[in-house]
């Protein structure tokens, strides 16, 4: 499985699901907070949310917990390390991606009226 490491014994692999489970809980409640200050005072369970809606606030949710940890660590330098400099959101990597293929397809078309 992607990014799951080939634990060397029980205690890693135990260890692993428990920051996971741990991650897990922290970013869902970020989440609800995201998803509250955009829809305050309504309920709203994540599975009432559409796709569309549930990937912006998702994307939202990465890109403020990214600002808060960048923000963070700049008042905490003592907590930055070599990776802080490497963020992409999810919605700028695929225009990204979309724009150089885009780019690929228009210098290497063959076109048959040449």
């Not at 992607?2 to 869902?28: C, G, L, M, V, W």
């Not at 890109?63 to 919605?91: C, G, M, V």
């Amino acid at each position: 499985m992607a990014n799951i490491p080939a634990f060397k014994n029980q205690d890693d692999a135990k260890q692993f699901r428990s920051i996971f489970e741990s991650t897990t809980k922290n970013y869902a409640y970020y989440f609800d907070v995201v998803r509250d200050a955009f829809f305050p005072g309504s309920k709203t369970d994540n599975y009432q949310l559409d796709g569309r809606t549930f990937n912006v606030l998702n994307d939202i949710t990465s890109t403020l917990l990214y600002e808060a940890s960048t923000a963070f660590k700049d008042q905490h330098p003592d907590y930055k390390d070599e990776y802080d400099s490497i963020y992409i959101p999810n919605r700028d990597l695929k225009e990204k991606v979309k724009e150089a293929l885009d780019e690929f397809h228009k210098e290497f078309n063959t076109d048959e009226s040449n």
